[in-house]
């Protein structure tokens, strides 16, 4: 029978015991392995069976056994610890308060949005790498005492989970969860009401959402839930799952994510008296909304500053900062024009605010662009001073795919930076990594994270190989019960599975790869030749086992095609103890599998992989990863951490270049890969792989981390936009001077030139030692030479009188004459040989834009 409705009524803890709802209402536990312990210790066989759920274990222990612990001593000494663990982690100075302290400028807060966040399994509102990566950067944030506030909704179905079907198709059921059995609680005004924030759509009444808030150690998280009394159905579905259903109801979440965010920030401000963000991240496109509410707020709002919408624009932008997460085209978030038109015409989510400048906003009005879609990326950097993609790869990549933008300038100049992706240590690395660590007296609570990597060195092999054994062993007992579980569902009856207890082998060389089963991730290419793939699985004394996972997205046929083809060869009696593909990819499967392999294999088709994590947390556990040079691994691949497949780039047809990059990836395993797992010494250590695992701990340790993105993301983003937010925003004077500078530059910029250049100093065979001295003659009509920059840009030229590894140089003002011309003066030492050219150009200069392209404009000879 199905259940009318259902709720969960939490339990009523001993006085003695509260500190436990304490610990089990901060996420913190979800990293923390001695907070973990405290909840082990309140019921180990519930603990387990509860999935490791603090909220679910609380809810199940009978008062008995809580009283039992009440009278526990012992119990309550390591419960009291605990606690005062927790308020230590919460209310000390951490790594921001001490940049503070120390005179550097940074914001007050952070309103960083995102449309999942992955931070424990037990709150299961992330579908992949981009709701993970959020959740690892609120963790790191908490970590260093960055004053972040998280954005996001709360899906009441989550993502889907992922079952077989006996042949091998995946089928995704959608479980209901409800919000209060899980680790959050609800925003309440004074009175005791939930807070409620509301949306006006076209045709319908307004949309109602009300605030949840996860506590991720330090930082609030703010998830938006329409499953409110007071919506009508279909808006009480709004917030139903991540990434289901049409453009329109993505446009809603989207909608409500962006306008809706901002309003449950100010009710958060409001009535917990959180400092209100003056910096805002925008975590991928679909969160760009964000930055139209924020010029309502600006320029119609009751109570508001009421700026013109020009000035508004630079407020917002000054303090928000755009990252983008995707290099294929596909992948980037569009609507139908006539949709967004038809949400903001009439009163609208954003009412006051002129629907053809939101329409303006989003436009692909550049060459190949398409008029008739609405495209969030491109709203979010004319939304964002400041803007990155997730690394270097990714950077050049994107400044290329959205050069459109800026067509006056070369990739280079494009104004999107990168920072490297990283991964939450404290969440990923397996404890026993940990351990090893502490075993040569590091303190694994303090911020040295350094002391780690000076150990490496130091721990001996057998006690590293000892412990990696242990951990293959975990994910060996993992994912065999998994496959049972799996075999079960699949109609397979009990008889028929005794195979399972020899599935993988604790002493074979264990590769593993999960990741989504888009088509760039090519799942499948080691299946390329089966044959090969068969005597690499079977090799009598070099054998290796793949662990595989990943789901594919539930309307993506040829992605569920692909997972077919994987688990049907793993069906094969003859390999099936030495190739298991494992459903349901998640953070509980990841965190045993991670430490578990020896190996992590990547094969995306360059570039299309952003940046991945998945890797990163291998590398930390003291994997080798196996990858095409993608997104982080082109950057700190070194030749010696790990290997690189080669890429047939430039190979135009598609299966020629699979089939000759699954043979160079057969050709590693066999000829590189095992003979050095299995070369082992007398005390069966493989020493030349160990020096591979320290090696890659040392090179990427310090880098992969987390905590180094979130650093760079306060020093290189957030306190840049904050400085300039604060100039421009103390009094909306410096926005409005250079929202009306902007205007007079733009307006007066078809009469700037450069007109004439000459130089000299150089003979016919100029010399490196020379000094070539410019004078350009340029006209800046109404300008004057305080609104410009006037550049010698040389560098090597090629060929095609394209100028490469450029340098640039200001040139100042040496004469002035009538009609706006002007003479600029400068030198240049020629300090290199080879072929050399130059050009001077013209660019606006102004100490509040981030980047010299900012507006888009040149002028050149
Ligand atoms: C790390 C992780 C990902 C992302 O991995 P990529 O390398 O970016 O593909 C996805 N899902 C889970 C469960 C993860 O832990």
Redesign the pocket.
Known sequence: MRAFRRFTVRPVLPEALAALSELAGNLRWSWHPETQDVFAAVDPDLWESTGRDPVGLLGAVGRERLEELAADQSFLDHLAAAHADLQRYLTGDRWYQRRLASGVAGPRAIGYFSPEF?ITAVLPQ?S??L???AGDHLKAASDLGVPIVGVGLLYRHGYFKQSLSREGWQQETYPVLDPDGLPISLLREENGAGALITIALPDGPELLARIWVASVGRVPLLMLDTDVEGNPDHYREVTDRLYGGTSEHRLRQELLLGVGGVRALRAYSRITGHPAPDVFHTNEGHAGFLGLERIRELTVAEGGPRLDFETALEVGRASTVFTTHTPVPAGIDRFPRTLVEQYFSGVGPTPGVPVERILALGAEDYEGGDPAVFNMAVMGFRLAQRANGVSQLHGHVSRDMFQGLWPAFDEAEVPIGSIT?G?HAPT?VAREMFDLAAGQGVDKESDDVDAFWDVVDKVPGTDVWATKRVLREKLVVDARRRLRRSWEKRGAARAELSWIDHALDPDVLTIGF???AASY?RLTLMMRDPERLKSLLLHPERPVQLVIAGKAHPADDGGKKLIQDIVRLSDDPEIRHRIVYLPN???A???PL?PGCDVWL?NPLRPY?A???????AALNGGLNLSILD?WWDEWYDGSNGWAIPTADGVDDVDHRDDLEAAALYDLIENDVAPRFYDVDGDGVPTRWLEMTRHTLKSLGPKVLATRMVRDYVRQLYAPAAVTAHALNSDYAGAATLAAWKKRVKGGWPSVRVEHVESSGVADAPEVGDTMSVRAFVCLGDLTPDDVDVQLVHGRSTGEDQLVDTGIESLHVAESYEAGRHRFDGTLALDRSGSFGYTVRIIPRNDLLASPAELGIVALP
């Open positions: 992955g992330y992949g790498g709701g993970i990566l992706n991964v990923w999960a990741r989504r991730k990819y998640d953070i499967m990841a965190q991670y990547n992989e940046c991945g994590t998945s890797g990163m947390k997104g």
